[in-house]
C-alpha cells in the first residue's frame, strides 16, 4: 500500500524511470541534435506548464523519436524545426494542451462567460 500513497506525494515511479530513459536517449544523440532536443525541452518544460507526468512523458517520447529518426536519417536541424523554433515547438506543445494546466482555466473561463451572459450549458467545468 506503501507505494501508491508516495507515488502521490512524489510523482509516478514509472514517469521518473521513463524520464531518466527520455534524458540518457537525448544524450546519445550526436552534437547539434542534442542540443537541439535540450533547448526544446528546457522551452517546453518552462512554457508548456504541463501538469500531468504521463501526457509530459508522451511529449518527450514523441520529441526524442521526432530527433533521433531525423538524425538517422540525416535531416537537417532546420527541416525539422523550420525558421521560427518557438512557433514549432508552440505547434509541438499544441497537441499535448490535455496536460497543461491552463487547460483547465480556459474551460472556466468559458463558463463563467456562458453563466454570465445566460447562456449555461449545463457544464460544470468549475465555478468562480
Given at each position: 500500500m506503501a507505494p501508491s500513497w508516495i507515488e502521490q506525494v512524489t510523482g509516478s515511479f514509472e514517469d521518473k524511470k521513463r524520464y531518466r530513459?527520455?534524458?540518457?536517449?537525448?544524450?546519445?544523440?550526436?552534437?547539434?541534435?542534442?542540443?537541439?532536443?535540450?533547448?526544446?525541452?528546457?522551452?517546453?518544460?518552462?512554457?508548456?506548464?504541463?501538469?500531468?507526468?504521463?501526457?509530459l512523458m508522451e511529449m518527450l517520447?514523441?520529441?526524442?523519436?521526432?530527433?533521433?529518426?531525423?538524425?538517422a536519417?540525416?535531416?537537417?536541424?532546420r527541416e525539422i524545426v523550420g525558421?521560427?523554433?518557438v512557433e514549432f515547438a508552440e505547434t509541438f506543445?499544441?497537441?499535448y494542451s490535455e496536460g497543461q494546466w491552463i487547460k483547465k482555466e480556459r474551460e472556466r473561463l468559458a463558463g463563467?462567460?456562458?453563466?454570465?451572459?445566460?447562456e449555461d450549458t449545463g457544464k460544470e467545468e468549475g465555478s468562480l
Open positions: 530513459q527520455y534524458k540518457a536517449r537525448t544524450k546519445q544523440l550526436p552534437g547539434n541534435y542534442r542540443t537541439a532536443v535540450e533547448a526544446l525541452d528546457r522551452y517546453l518544460m518552462y512554457f508548456g506548464s504541463i501538469t500531468k507526468g504521463d501526457i517520447d514523441d520529441l526524442i523519436d521526432l530527433f533521433e529518426q531525423s538524425a536519417a540525416g535531416t537537417p536541424i525558421e521560427d523554433p506543445l499544441a497537441n463563467a462567460i456562458e453563466r454570465a451572459a445566460g
